[in-house]
Structures are given as structure tokens and as C-alpha cells.
């Protein structure tokens, strides 16, 4: 398994450098050419999430998306993938209603394998805003004060960006409340 992600990892280091030296239409084609006839799946994943961020760079939403779809049919199971093109429909393609309907596909995922069940409902919390769905964020900020993460589950850190931007007349002071000692117990040193 080592050995997978040093080949993840090196694609991931060649992209970078890619990008450095060349101009993204370069990059582009380069990295189009390098998937073609190429088997191992991490090498892949690693070259297509490049390759999206690319399309996205040149404004290419539609070959961005297309990208992250990929990605999604060929790491299916994984809740990462999903919360990328959760993402993407709201933040480059402006469609929180199909972003909502992705970030569930991925909240199912990441309650299954245990990973990524904080960076999940962070996501939901954002599309519940741009949604103005209270009940939903409400729900969601809930939802992230219970996560508890095991030492072999991978996740991000704490995140507040959403909860800063809300409304909190909009929500219960208790709710409010629970999420600001969620937070300053997580900045805390342990």
C-alpha cells in the first residue's frame, strides 16, 4: 500500500511541476497525455484531480465536471471524490440543489468507511446556507459536535467558516452555544 500512494504522491509532485514550468493549456495536454494507456488507479485519480482543478482555472466548469464525475465511478465509495464535486456544482457551477443531493451521496459514504465525516457536514453546512435551509445547518452543526475520530480515520481539522457567516438569530442560543464550546474545546491544546 506504501508503494500505491509514493505513486500517487509522484504524480501529484510531476503535475505540481508541470504547472510551474509550463502554461495551463500545456499542462492540459501533457496530463491528457500521460492518463492515456496508464492502468494504476492512484496515478490516475492523482492526474484527474490536477487535471479538474486545470479545467477550473480556464474556466472550463463543464470538462472540470466531467473530471470529478470520473472520479467519482473510479474511487466509488469513497466520500472525497463526492465532496469535491459537491464543491464544484456550488461554487463554480452555482446549483446548491445538486450540490445538496451530492453532499448526501457523500455524507452515506463517509458514514460508511468512517473517513471524512467532519469535511462532509462542514460542506453541508455551507450548501445549507446558500440554501438559507436553517433546519438543515442547524442539523448539520449538530451533527459536527458529535463526530468523534479515530486515530486511523482521515479527516480535516476544525472548521468554522460557515458558522461565522450564519445567522445566529436564526438559530437556537443553545445550538449556538454547544457549536462555540465545540470550537474553543478544538483550538484548545490537548
Known sequence: MQDEFMAYFSEVDWCLEL?????????IEKILHRLRGLKNKLKIIALKEHLAREYVMEQRMLDARKVLEE????DSGSAMPLV?????YLNFEEDPDKALQTILLAEKAANETGHFRRHVQAEKARIALTLNDYELFAGTLGKITKILIDSDQRDVGTERDFFDRADKKKLDPTLV??????????????
Not at 472520479?71 to 473510479?74: I, T, Y
Not at 469535491?84 to 464544484?88: Q, R
Open 19 to 27: 504547472s510551474r514550468l509550463n502554461p495551463r493549456n500545456v499542462v
Open 71 to 74: 472520479l467519482v465511478q473510479l
Open 84 to 88: 469535491v464535486l459537491a464543491t464544484h
Open 177 to 190: 452555544e454547544v457549536f462555540e464550546a465545540y470550537l474553543k474545546s478544538a483550538a484548545s491544546p490537548k
